[in-house]
């Protein structure tokens, strides 16, 4: 890997651009969708992206992967699907007569876990520790993982048969939750023609390399942001801890997610300071799905709360 210095707000802002516009070319997705996508990459999130079939959710991760020159995998979760085929294995070499640890998918930097909730709660919890502290455990020895690592997600939320809801533990490991929604229709026309010969994902060419990304992800640690941003930013939070349609709000994860992307934002608009613009742009993708509505709840949605909790909590 190449030595590349920590990525200034501009140098960041211009790479986030190229990005935007090379998945753009293979995905008709709005901007808002593959900002976000941007966003939870350089700020060492991960992504679920939910919707319903057909709207470009593979392709969308698949269109960052190929974005970046870097080692990209991809898990089609099914009921079978066991822990050690996701994280790996130790296998005995009779020759050498010892364990060798035979490593899993997730050791790509790109990893697409395609329909994470058709596996089982036992395999989606083998995710747990990897996309949490960027390591895996195996017969209690510890195997670091590639960096940068990221981990994009789909599911499909209309169809429940044979699949097995993420937990609240799992979903707090995503920073985003995406929605494609449906194309408009001169994009949808568009899209006929264009992928009529070929997939656009595979006419893709890298623009960056991991180094790279490192170096954008080390500059947007150096972003300020200020006493009163953080303090927005827990305030948010503790909003829905108290509201009476919620039965559990927003974790202190939760604000440290939304703090780490509120500053990816900043730099993607060339800027060395995040504002509470950037936590309020931010706050619905990262805090929607982290809401477990009340029993009996029937005014609003998690997005609505969110929404009224931006509205109701002032900005310091």
């Given at each position: ?182 194309p408009s229709a001169d994009d949808e026309a568009s ?126």
């Open positions: 890997m190449s030595d590349v210095p920590d990525l200034d707000p501009g140098g960041i802002a211009g790479l986030g651009a190229s990005l935007v516009q090379n998945i753009r070319r293979a995905v008709k997705v709005s901007d808002e969708v593959v900002r976000d996508v941007v966003v939870a990459l350089f700020a060492e999130g991960h992504v679920l992206i939910e919707d319903h079939p057909g709207v470009g959710k593979t392709a969308l991760a698949r269109s960052l992967a190929r974005s970046l020159e870097a080692e990209y995998a991809r898990v089609q979760c099914t009921a079978d699907l066991l822990p050690a085929d996701v994280v790996g294995t130790n296998v005995f070499n009779q020759r050498e007569a010892r364990f060798e640890f035979h490593p899993g998918p997730v050791f790509a930097n790109v990893v697409l876990v395609d329909e994470i909730n058709r596996t089982s709660p036992k395999t989606q919890s083998g995710l747990l520790e990897c996309m949490q502290e960027r390591r895996v455990t195996v017969d209690g020895h510890p195997h670091e993982l590639a960096r940068p690592f990221v981990v994009l997600a789909t599911q499909n939320p209309s169809e429940y048969e044979g699949t097995y809801p993420l937990p609240e533990a799992q979903l707090d490991r995503f920073m985003v939750r995406v929605s494609m929604g449906y899209m006929l023609d264009e992928h009529a010969a070929s997939d656009r994902v595979e006419d893709l060419d890298p623009i960056c390399d991991v180094a790279m990304v490192r170096a954008a992800q080390r500059g947007v640690t150096h972003v300020h942001a200020a006493e009163p941003l953080r303090r927005y930013v827990v305030a948010v939070c503790e909003a829905t801890r108290t509201d009476s349609r919620v039965e559990l709000g927003a974790s202190p994860r939760a604000g440290l997610m939304l703090f780490r992307a509120a500053k990816a934002l900043a730099a993607l608009d060339g800027r060395d300071h995040a504002l509470p613009d950037d936590v309020q742009a931010l706050a619905p993708a990262v805090l929607a799905h982290r809401l477990a509505l009340a029993p009996g709840a029937i005014s609003g949605n998690a997005s609505d709360i969110v929404a009224e909790t931006l509205e109701r909590v002032p900005a310091l």
